[in-house]
């Protein structure tokens, strides 16, 4: 049996240090438990690149057992854009400045809590809160990535 080729995801928010690398660091390991071959990858509509991820979300990571992980914010661009199978946005705000800027792409770009099939679609921003406002924000991405993933392994079977 031949393995499926990797699939590239990119999740994308405004700054790239906070929901769009937890997102992606979590996407990385539950695929990994699952069998999937995903790769994942994040950016940000206005990053100040270079920035190193933000304290809370390490934090948030780390009580997952992600540790260690190097990121320093991107800021999206075509290739990017060109190189992803699915981009999944923080927020509809994302989503349409994504879509504004890159429209031949629309039809890949989609908001992560929707493609999941749950409410409440955006992730708020937890920049500059405390951990436990991190907490919050990483259970939204997690759970709509456990949804996603397992719609994925269901439709694989």
């Known amino acids: 049996m031949i393995a499926p080729a ?3 995801f990119l999740f994308v928010c405004t700054g790239n240090i906070c929901r769009s690398p937890v997102a992606q660091f979590l996407a990385e390991r539950l695929a990994e438990e699952a069998g999937l071959p995903w790769r994942t990858a994040s950016a ?7 920035w190193a991820m933000e304290a809370g979300a390490v934090r948030a990571l780390a009580a997952r057992g992600i540790v260690n992980k190097s990121h320093a ?12 199978h699915e981009i999944y946005a923080l927020t509809r705000a994302h989503r349409d400045t994504i879509v504004s800027r890159f429209p031949k792409q629309a039809s890949k770009v989609a908001v992560l ?3 999941a099939g749950l409410p409440g679609p955006d ?19 997690e759970e709509a990535l ?12």
């Not at 940000?44 to 270079?50: L, N, T």
């Open 146 to 157: 456990n949804a996603i993933i397992q719609r994925t392994t269901h439709a694989n079977r």
């Open 6 to 8: 990797p699939r590239k």
């Open 44 to 50: 940000g509509v206005a990053a100040e690149v270079g």
């Open 113 to 115: 809590r929707e493609a």
């Open 123 to 141: 992730v708020f921003d937890p920049y500059g809160m405390n951990d436990a406002a991190y907490e919050r924000c990483t259970n939204l991405i």
């Open 73 to 84: 914010a991107r800021q999206l661009d075509a290739a990017m854009m060109d190189e992803a």
